[in-house]
C-alpha cells in the first residue's frame, strides 16, 4: 500500500480517501497542518493512486484487514486517530466495529455505508437492465445498449476494481456503525447529493458517542468545500 508518513509528536492520524482519490486527496488539509507537528499518515488503497490493485475483487472487510495492517506496522498496535471522506468511512467504520482497540476517535466527512433509499423507478430501470443484458448474453442486442446504465464511477473502471465497486457500494454497514465505540466527529455538506444529508442523520443515531455539524452551502467535498469552518473543527477534535 503506498502512502506518505509525516512524522511529528504524538497519536498517529491516518487520513482515508474516498473512492477514486488517494493520498493527495487531503493535500488542502496537509497543508493548513504541518505546523501541528502531529504524526500523519496519508494512504492510497489497493487499487488507487500508486498502489497494486487488489488480488481479488474487495469488500470492505478486505480493504478493512489492509489498513488494519498498516497500523500496526507503523503505529505498533497503538490506537490511531482517522479522518475519512465518503468511501474511506466504510473502512473506518468497519475497523472501529471489529478492532475497537486500534481507533481512539473518527472524524467522518460525507461517509459512504449508508443504504440509500430508493425509488419505484430505480427498480424499473435495474429490471430493464438485466433484462436488456441478457438479451445481450443471447446476441439479440450490442453490447452498447449498456453503456447508459450504471454510474460514472462505475463505467471508468473495469476488471478486478469494477467488481470490487460492486462489492461495495451494496453493502450497508448499518450493523457496523452501531458497534462503534470511540468518539465519532460527523462533518457533513448540507448540500451532498453523493451522500445525501438524511444518511449522516442516520449515522448520527447509530453511533452512541457522535456530534453532528452541517457544513452550509457544501457538498459531498465538504471538508473543501467548507474549509473555513471544518480547520477549527479539525482542530478542537484532533488536536486540542
Known amino acids: 500500500m503506498d502512502y506518505e508518513l509525516i512524522e511529528g509528536q504524538g497519536r498517529f492520524i491516518f487520513f482515508l480517501h474516498g473512492w477514486g482519490g488517494d493520498k493527495n486527496s487531503f493535500a488542502n488539509i496537509k497543508s493548513c497542518v504541518s505546523h501541528l507537528k502531529r504524526n500523519m499518515v496519508f494512504i492510497s488503497f489497493a487499487g488507487f493512486g500508486l498502489s497494486d490493485p487488489p488480488p481479488k475483487a474487495y469488500s470492505t472487510v478486505n480493504y478493512t484487514e489492509d489498513l488494519k495492517?498498516?497500523?500496526?506496522?507503523?503505529?505498533?498496535?497503538?490506537?490511531?486517530?482517522?479522518?475519512?471522506?465518503?468511501?474511506?468511512?466504510?473502512?473506518?467504520?468497519?475497523?472501529?466495529?471489529?478492532?475497537?482497540?486500534?481507533?481512539?476517535?473518527?472524524?467522518?466527512?460525507?461517509?459512504?455505508?449508508?443504504?440509500?433509499k430508493r425509488s419505484i423507478r430505480y427498480y424499473l430501470q435495474i429490471a430493464k437492465y438485466k433484462r436488456l443484458k441478457r438479451?445481450?448474453?443471447?446476441?439479440?442486442?450490442?453490447?452498447?445498449?449498456?453503456?447508459?446504465?450504471?454510474?460514472?464511477?462505475?463505467?471508468?473502471?473495469?476488471?478486478?476494481?469494477?467488481?470490487?465497486?460492486?462489492?461495495?457500494?451494496?453493502?450497508?454497514?448499518?450493523?457496523?456503525?452501531?458497534?462503534?465505540?470511540?468518539?465519532?466527529?460527523?462533518?457533513?455538506?448540507?448540500?451532498?447529493h453523493d451522500t445525501p444529508l438524511y444518511m449522516a442523520k442516520k449515522i448520527k443515531r447509530w453511533v452512541k458517542n457522535s456530534v453532528l455539524y452541517i457544513a452550509k452551502n457544501a457538498g459531498h467535498f465538504s471538508y473543501i468545500d467548507a474549509e473555513k469552518k471544518f480547520y477549527p473543527i479539525f482542530y478542537e477534535f484532533m488536536i486540542k
Open 69 to 116: 495492517d498498516l497500523i500496526v506496522k507503523i503505529a505498533k498496535g497503538k490506537s490511531v486517530d482517522i479522518v475519512c471522506h465518503s468511501f474511506g468511512g466504510r473502512v473506518a467504520t468497519v475497523l472501529a466495529a471489529l478492532y475497537p482497540e486500534l481507533v481512539n476517535k473518527i472524524l467522518m466527512i460525507d461517509v459512504a455505508g449508508v443504504k440509500p
Open 135 to 192: 438479451l445481450v448474453l443471447q446476441g439479440k442486442k450490442e453490447q452498447s445498449v449498456l453503456d447508459k446504465y450504471g454510474s460514472l464511477d462505475y463505467k471508468c473502471i473495469s476488471g478486478i476494481m469494477r467488481q470490487t465497486f460492486v462489492n461495495i457500494v451494496n453493502e450497508n454497514l448499518k450493523p457496523y456503525f452501531k458497534q462503534i465505540k470511540c468518539d465519532v466527529l460527523i462533518f457533513w455538506g448540507k448540500d451532498d
